[in-house]
Antibody, heavy 118, light 109 residues
Framework: EVQLLESGGGLVQPGGSLRLSCAAS????????MCWVRQAPGKGPECVSS????????YYADSVKGRFTISRDNSKNTLFLEMNNLRVDDTAIYYC???????????WGQGTLVSVSS | EIVLTQSPGTLSLSPGERATLSCRAS???????LAWYQQKPGQPPRLLIH???SRATGIPDRFSGSGSGTDFTLTVSRLEPEDFAMYYC??????????FGQGTKVEIK
């Protein structure tokens, strides 16, 4: 059974930093593109960053470019998102999602809440 | 930049009725890269349809997707109580790499 379990969210002040983790199990982690998808309260989802299985290619949405860094450790089946210089509008639930071969997100974690507030 | 516009914003229907949800792209897109998701409160999105018309694993056949070019449709043939939820379309493209629509809420009338 595919499982994705996020951790690392919390309350942080504007300008602060957080590191999110996503522990994956039930599939060959290194074979899949993984994405961090966030959803602000009452808004639609937004994929803010993705990474290929071999870590060669990464993608960042314009809204986070230069502030967030995605990485993965295939030996530990874990995905990471380093978030720096956080802003109030980064407040959201952050989901870890697997991108299937059909280019859609076929498995999602339950999410971790990031709140940025003074 | 591709923008996905979903309509209507809210659809008020009764169980057993047919739901027709629209997703319009700002420019023509590849059908292979259009997906639909269902999301219930407090849960992550669930993949329903990929490649515009292929049901994901375990999705009931009352859900169907169609369309091409700029106009795509998700149809729920007969609404079950558990189908009342938010629905999003999503595209895999170039810049941005992933785009979601703003969603359609299907609520009980």
């Amino acid at each position: 059974e595919v499982q994705l379990l996020e951790s690392g969210g919390g309350l942080v002040q504007p300008g602060g930093s957080l590191r999110l983790s996503c522990a994956a199990s039930g599939f060959t982690f290194s074979s899949y593109v993984m994405c961090w998808v966030r959803q602000a309260p009452g808004k639609g989802p937004e994929c803010v960053s993705s990474i290929t299985g071999d870590s060669i290619y990464t993608y960042y949405a314009d809204s986070v470019k230069g502030r967030f860094t995605i990485s993965r450790d295939n030996s530990k089946n874990t995905l990471f998102l380093e978030m720096n210089n956080l802003r109030v509008d980064d407040t959201a639930i952050y989901y870890c999602a697997r991108r299937g071969s059909n280019y859609a997100f076929d498995y999602w974690g339950q999410g971790t809440l990031v709140s940025v507030s003074s | 930049e591709i923008v996905l516009t979903q309509s209507p914003g809210t659809l008020s229907l009764s169980p057993g009725e047919r739901a027709t949800l629209s997703c319009r792209a700002s420019q023509s897109i590849n059908n292979n890269y259009l997906a639909w998701y269902q999301q219930k409160p407090g849960q992550p999105p669930r993949l329903l349809i990929h490649g515009a018309s292929s049901r994901a694993t375990g999705i009931p056949d009352r859900f169907s997707g169609s369309g091409s070019g700029t106009d795509f449709t998700l149809t729920v043939s007969r609404l079950e109580p558990e189908d009342f939820a938010m629905y999003y379309c999503q595209h895999y493209g170039y810049s941005p790499l992933y785009t979601f629509g703003q969603g359609t809420k299907v609520e009980i009338k």
